[in-house]
Each structure stands twice: as C-alpha cells, then as structure tokens.
C-alpha cells in the first residue's frame, strides 16, 4: 500500500485515534504525579494553556473562517474541552486513573444508547449500569472510590458527550484546526480559573518542561489527532476504539502511578468496555451510514 492509499485509507484515522488514546493517558498519568505540588487546578491551567499556545503556533485559528450555523457548535466545543478537562483532572485526586476514565466514558456510552431503541441494546445499557454498580461507591466502601470524585469524572463524561456532538458539527470544514480554536476559548474561561485556585508558590520555571510534556501529551497531540479521527470515521469504529481507552487507562496508572484495581473494579470497567463496544459494533446502518450518536 502506498503513502497516499494509506492516507486516503480508514487505517490512517483509526491508527491516531489509537495513538491519541495512549498520548492522552500518559500525559494524564504525567500530570497526577504533580498534584501534590502544584494542585489538579494549576496542572489544568498549566496543561491547557500550553497545549493551547502550541495548537495555536501550529494552526493559527485566526485564519479560521466558521458559519453562523458552527459558531454555537464551536462555543460549546470549547467549553465542553475546558470542562471536561477540569472535572477530570478534580476526579482524579482521589479517583484511580482507570476506574475516572471508565466513569468518563459513560458520557459517550450514553449518547450512543440513545440514538436506538432496539431490544439489544438493552444488554448494554445493563452491563453499563452493572459496571457503574462496581465502581461507584453505591454499596458501602466496597469499591473505595470516593464519592466526590467519581461525581466529578461523570460530570467530565456529561461534558466528553458535548464534546463529541459539537466537535462533529463545528469540525466538519475545518478538521484539526478546530482543536486549536475550542482549545483557545477553553484557556479562556479555565486557565484564569486554575490559576485562582493555585498558590503563587507553587509556580517555578521547573514546572515549564514537565508542562509543556503534558501539554503535548494531552492535549495537543490527541485533541489534533482527534478532530482528525472524528471528522473521517463513522461513529462505529469511532466508538468500538474508544472503548479501549478505560483499559488504556487503567494500565497506565499501574505502570505509571502504582494503582492497582481490586477484583470488582476490574469487572466494572471491563463491563463499561463490552457496553461500550457492544453498542457501537451493533448500531443500525441507515442508507449505507451508521446511525451517528448526535
């Protein structure tokens, strides 16, 4: 096969969206290991404000030219990235790395379930609500996941399912480069927040090269190959794919933080992971298209 073939090939978005996948979870795992010293809202500012300048040096979203009709899609990509984004990086100080993702990932899960009716689908919406039974902290301690926190990793995947609608409608002409102009609306709003809510100490130029690593990591490199992803491939493949990444996660906080999931944890994500491709692999081709979540 050669270059132009592959580009113009399905294996090209489904190889970045894999690629943005463990970029995002690496850079997330990265980020936790500065909590302790600067705090989740300084490292969101930190990450988003980085990661902005440089999808801004690289795309110029000022020669962006957006439709009346996307400018609302746009304002809301934006917000949801920031959002999303902050409620996460908040779930994560008491939440493991795999079970917040898994928790996330019942955003997207649900938008997908709610565009069928069909009887089969309600074998996923059961494993998905059995995998929220083992996560969440619903029956005693059992599962030691605080409750504040795994609230706020649903809240990030509320905002993830924001994210994917918009994105789709304001990314459509544009591709990547819509990352950088929703990543600059989200330092807007979210980087004067994160900023308010760290202590002036904890700034150092230190923070500078660990910043811009978590700001490649995740925010540049996936929210890019993302658009990417999102723009050239049907809402099947996107979905089943996405429904790797809780075990992405979950296997990079073990090998990065140390976070080591009980037996229950581990039927619970695995549970969300088979809902999450389940519903996708078995959504309704419509007129030679898949039925898309928004």
């Known amino acids: 096969m050669s270059f132009s073939s592959f580009r113009s090939s399905v294996w090209l978005p489904l190889l970045v969206l894999i690629i943005a996948m463990i970029s995002i979870q690496s850079g997330a795992a990265l980020a936790k290991t500065l909590f302790a010293s600067v705090g989740a809202p300084g490292i969101t500012a930190l990450r988003l404000g980085l ?24 304002l809301f990509y934006g917000l949801s990235l920031g959002g999303m984004n902050y409620a996460f990086y908040l779930s994560l100080r008491t939440v493991p790395l795999g079970i917040a993702v898994a928790l996330e990932f019942t955003g997207p ?40 926190g795994a609230l706020l990793a649903v809240l990030a995947g509320a905002l993830w399912a924001v994210y994917i609608v918009a994105g789709k409608r304001a990314g459509s002409q544009h591709g990547p480069a819509t990352a950088a102009a929703g990543s600059l609306i989200a330092s807007c709003f979210f980087v004067p927040l994160g900023v308010a809510f760290t202590s002036g100490d904890a700034w150092t130029l230190s923070l500078i090269p660990i910043g811009l690593a978590i700001a490649v990591l995740s925010t540049a490199l996936p929210y890019s190959l993302e658009m990417v992803a999102l723009t050239r491939l049907p809402a099947k493949s996107f979905g089943t794919l996405m429904s790797m990444e809780p075990a992405l996660a979950a296997f990079s906080g073990m090998l990065f933080l140390g976070e080591l999931l009980t037996f229950t944890q581990w039927l619970g994500l695995l549970a969300i992971i088979l809902a999450s491709a389940g519903s996708t692999l078995t959504l309704r081709p419509v007129k030679g298209k898949i039925i898309s979540p928004d």
């Not at 938008?111 to 969440?136: E, H, K, M, T, Y």
């Open 51 to 74: 990661g902005t300048f440089i999808l801004t040096v690289i795309f110029k979203p000022w020669r962006l030219r957006f439709t009346r009709r996307q400018v609302l899609p746009l």
């Open 109 to 148: 899960l649900a938008l997908a379930l709610a565009s069928s009716r069909r009887p089969l689908d309600f074998i996923w919406v059961v494993l998905a609500l059995s995998g929220l039974w083992f996560l969440l902290p619903l029956r005693g301690n059992i599962a030691n996941v605080d409750p504040q």
